[in-house]
């Protein structure tokens, strides 16, 4: 949920720099969010055991339909796991477990990334009481799934293997590493700390990324890491290398 608290206050704080004001921000925090909400910040499929179990609780007041589906990002669409069930109607504050199942014919080299959305659909509401307005946001939950390999140790600092480079205005980032690596777009070079943004905030398995950057000199670069579970870490320092 932390992840959630901070989304939100960003986007507050993105509404205060363009002018909403303070009686709209009021209005916001006021409106009443419903929503499906999983027991966890990232779904974790170990191979080794083949599945995994996540609990998702319907916060509403009411009945609601829970839609799970599966997204692949767009640098990998090999389908390598399903959910069950996919649609299941939960009772307000009740929970649902929901399954992810590896369905890989080939063993996995490394971690694989995926997304998946728990959508709660909300079912026969009932009307507003006279002279209350009510207003309903349903939240759609959107976590990534990690695909772990069998025989693979566990790494909690999968960053600090990636290997960076800045070479005629561009800086690029090599990932050789079997590990998903989660990061903020923005990074830091050294010593002018200039900035420059990722195309994304994760680095896979593989990957070789390169951004044009007006820098023609630098000695390390400053990234802002985050755990598997997406939560953030003291901003790390990595040498540029040729």
């Not at 796991?81 to 199942?101: C, M, N």
């Not at 960076?164 to 590493?177: A, C, I, K, P, Y």
Request: net charge neutral.
């Amino acid at each position: 949920m932390r992840d959630i608290t901070t989304m939100l206050l960003k986007q507050v704080r993105r509404l205060t720099h363009t002018g909403i004001s303070a009686c709209a921000l009021l209005w916001i925090a006021q409106v009443h969010a419903d929503g499906m909400v999983p027991d966890t910040s990232v779904v974790i499929v170990n191979e080794a055991n083949g599945e995994t179990a996540v609990s998702v609780t319907n916060t509403d007041a009411s009945l609601a339909l829970l839609h799970v589906t599966i997204e692949d990002i767009p640098e990998d669409t090999e389908p390598l796991v399903f959910v069950t069930p996919p649609l299941a109607r939960v009772e307000a504050s009740k929970s649902q477990l929901v399954r992810f199942i590896l369905q890989t014919e080939k063993p996995l080299l490394t971690q694989r990334l995926k997304r998946v959305i728990f959508e709660g659909i909300p079912q026969g509401k009932s009307a507003p009481e006279a002279g209350h307005a009510r207003v309903g946001v349903t939240v759609r939950q959107n976590l990534p799934v990690i695909l772990h390999p069998a025989g693979l140790a566990p790494n909690r600092t999968p960053w600090t293997d990636l290997k960076w480079s800045l070479q005629e205005g561009q800086l690029s980032v090599r990932n050789e590493t079997p590990y998903v690596v989660r990061l903020a777009q923005e990074v830091q070079l050294l010593p002018s700390g200039s900035r420059a943004m990722l195309p994304r905030t994760y680095v896979l398995p593989g990957d070789h990324i390169s951004i044009s950057t007006p820098v023609k000199a630098a000695t390390q670069v400053r990234i802002h890491p985050a755990t598997v579970y997406g939560f953030a870490v003291p901003a790390y320092e990595a040498l540029l290398v040729p």
